[in-house]
């Protein structure tokens, strides 16, 4: 079990296992919406993801795609995409222990930052994983 939530507690949420994959995201939309160079993010079935305090709003940031966060604090907590319904993604660093998943890859690496070097060995994938992945560095 995963547990986690948002910066000032106020939603709250659980994650079963297995997860399914765990990734370092790279893309504008992600940059933008956390303020962040890059975001950690792991996936669950969604059927084994569920808030267990509070209420999440919902932000439709593109189509087909929802977005989930606290109206407190700001904090986003998942991703869901309809090409992939069966899947909830959920930010790793909004978890109560981070260390536990950390990412096995990066996707959208072609977007990432000029000034944000990836200094790791892990698959890089130009976009998704179903785009192929890039060379290692």
């Known amino acids: 079990m ?5 910066f000032c ?16 995201c ?4 992600c940059r933008r919406l956390c303020g962040a160079p890059s975001v950690a ?3 669950v079935p969604r059927a084994q993801f569920r808030y267990v305090r509070g ?8 189509p087909g795609v929802t977005r989930e966060f606290c109206t407190a604090c700001g904090t986003q907590l998942t991703f869901r995409d309809d090409s992939t319904p069966d899947e909830m993604d ?3 660093c909004s978890l109560d222990n981070p260390e536990a998943l ?3 890859d990066h996707t959208f690496a072609d977007n990432r ?3 944000e070097p990836i200094c790791d060995d892990l698959p890089r994938y130009r976009r998704t994983r179903r785009d192929g992945a890039l060379e290692s560095a």
């Open 26 to 29: 790279h893309c504008s939309m």
């Open 41 to 43: 993010w792991f996936s």
């Open 2 to 6: 995963y547990t986690g939530g948002c």
């Open 90 to 92: 959920i930010t790793t």
């Open 9 to 24: 507690g106020a939603v709250q949420y659980e994650a079963e296992a297995p997860v399914l994959t765990c990734t370092w």
């Open 102 to 104: 950390p990412p096995q």
């Open 55 to 62: 209420t999440a709003a919902i932000f439709h940031s593109s």
């Open 113 to 115: 930052l000029h000034w």
